[in-house]
């Protein structure tokens, strides 16, 4: 007896099946897998033990895959699939194997005991001993676990016939997709095992090619894997229409939900690649004038480095699976733009109807994003709908970065969703040809609203352009923010914007923005007011007037929100005088341009910033008494104590630098603005 194997002494009938269960257990090692592997191939036996050896049989991978095949093939397929929901539950905390086998080892000793089955005592102990160091030494991964039991799931699911099998599908995949969310990293194996389970239920089916004639006769061996065996508790009834329509939803919003957890999981904390890095592709590709030349391009990037190419990879394995799913890019927008249902449904109840089941809303921007992205980097054939930027691209806005007031847009959303955000309102004003107004379909909406849609819009992506730790998304939101202030027909509206910016905006960075946008409008109103001259009738029309065309009366408006008071200049600290530094920039440097570049013409305004009204008690009386008041003080003299200042700070970092302080790129930065107001005053005497 002692040479007879305990697993095969042990057969049922010889014991009951609880009891060669535990025996099972208390035998199980890697050298009886092969023995087990055979002994599983009894249809009955795995039917009624196979459900509770999968936590057993899962510290002892990847040896006892074959043993997982055999259970997922044979066992009865409802007992084996709640088993394994339960495992993969248990994979996002990692105590439920532990806790099984806790379980098991309580019992275990006594069963073997009364059933006289256990073999020989010492020499099993020992080698029960060596395994278990050997599992504590290399336990299987989670991501090897995980994989195993989607591989068991792709088997059990078309086993289980039953009239409703979208109740056995909507628990599984809850399950699964708690699980990949605490498995998501860089190497992306949780991924491929994820991509490979939808497969499995979704991919493309071909059929056989039928097979060639030979004048001679060649056996040929089908090519046909392990049969299983049929469900013991099969539903007689066929599957409603209703019922296939809700478990092809179930597939759809289950690989919305994993887009959204793979590209949330993607590494943000290189400077240059962002996640996919859609939206400076697309720069690169609308504007190659701007690549620098012997610099690496983002193309050239997810071109050459294999774990960026990685990346395309998994999202066009992403795109196929949604083609096969019929997840179309229609269906994409209609999700996105269609208010969402806000019903208080449970979460946990089981959907009835594929109505029932909600898209990801994050998952299909982004599967829409790589639509696009497929068909304008790669050129694959695919439709793409049109969208707009008002109310389309401004309502995404509001629903992904929420309330502007808030002041944290950019800090709390993912880069990934950041640069699909970007990367869908780039294309969508390239593809509307700069062009905000509405799409044909919203033009009977109510317009009241229109000019706050368009403030808050700009808003957002200015507060992206300050907030976001990303230097590329910056300056895309930068682009994108200045395009869209730039497109919009009302000149006023555009004045008042930037002018609350420069008055209310908290950052620095973004009134030197604002500054920039002041000195493009100028520009481009003096260069339009040019192309204009030759017809006085519309130039005596003063509704079809830019605003923009008087820059004196521009400055002035905005003065009190360029020019600090002296004294507030002189009261400022070192360090918070570097904080104001790149405004202050931006505030010379549009003067020098406003000297440089529009007081040589014949432009019909006065010669000197001082003669403009440009600081307060000065100017126009009746257009001062319709502006906001400001606290700003007259531009000459700011200049001066601007140039104080500025040589004081200089001083400074001067002796701190002797003393052996750094500041050397600091002074560089002073000596800039140093020249910056000798040339402002230098233009400023000379037209007077």
Known sequence: MADVNPLLQALPPAVD???????????????????LHEILQDTTLTANIGWDLVHLLLPLLPQSQPCLQDVARLGNPREVVLKVTELLEGLRTGDKLEDDQEEGQEQKEVVVEESGMGGTSPQHDTTSASNDDAKAQNPPSKESQFRALLDMLAILHPRIKTRYPSRFLSTSLQSVLSAYASLLNDDEQATDAVLSFIKSFAGSK????????????MPVQPEQGPLSAPDPEASEEPVAPEEQALQQRLLQSFLTFAVEGYMSALPSEDEEVVAMAW???????????????????????????EQLHRRDSTMGQMLAL???????????????????????????????????????????????????ASNILFHAPSTIPSLSIFPAFSSLLNYFLG?????????????????????????????????????????????????????????????????????????????LASRLLHAHPNA?????FIKDTLQHCPYETLKASAVGWLKDEILLAASNNNKNNTDKAEADDSATISIFTTPARVLKICSPYLFHNPSSLAAMSHAEFLAHRPFFLAVLNLCYFFFLLLLPRPHGCSRSLSSLGMGMGEGNKKEKETEEEGEGGGYEAWLEA?????????IIMRDEEEEGGEGEGEEEGMALMEGLIAMCKEKSSSSL
């Not at 099946?17 to 092969?34: A, D, H, K, R």
């Not at 601007?642 to 200089?650: L, N």
Request: charged share 25%; glycine share 4%.
């Open 17 to 35: 099946y609880l009891s060669y269960l535990t025996i099972v257990e208390y035998n199980l090692n890697g050298e009886q897998l092969s023995v």
């Open 206 to 217: 071909r059929p056989r090619l039928p097979p060639r004639k030979s004048s001679t006769h």
């Open 279 to 305: 939206s400076s592709r697309l720069q690169e590709q609308l504007h190659p004038e701007k690549n620098i030349p012997g610099r690496r391009t983002m193309r050239e990037a997810f071109e050459e480095d």
């Open 322 to 372: 949604a083609r096969d799913l019929h997840l179309t890019p229609d269906e994409l927008v209609k999700t996105l733009t269609e208010p969402e249902d806000l019903s208080d449904d449970n979460p946990d109840d089981l959907p009835s109807s594929a109505s029932d089941v909600p898209l990801s809303r994050t998952g299909c921007l982004h599967l829409l994003c790589a639509t696009i």
């Open 403 to 479: 309330d502007p007031s808030s002041g944290t847009i950019g800090t709390q959303s993912a880069s990934s969703l950041i640069d699909s955000l970007l990367f869908l309102g780039i294309h969508t004003l390239e593809e509307t040809s700069g062009s905000i107004t509405k799409a044909p379909e919203d033009e009977d909406e109510d317009d009241d609203d229109d000019d706050d849609t368009f403030t808050n819009t700009l808003q957002r992506l200015s507060l992206l352009s300050a907030n976001t730790p990303s230097a590329p998304l910056r300056y895309h939101a930068h682009i």
């Open 492 to 496: 006023n509206l555009r004045l008042s």
């Open 642 to 650: 601007m140039e104080k200042r500025v040589q004081s700070i200089i």
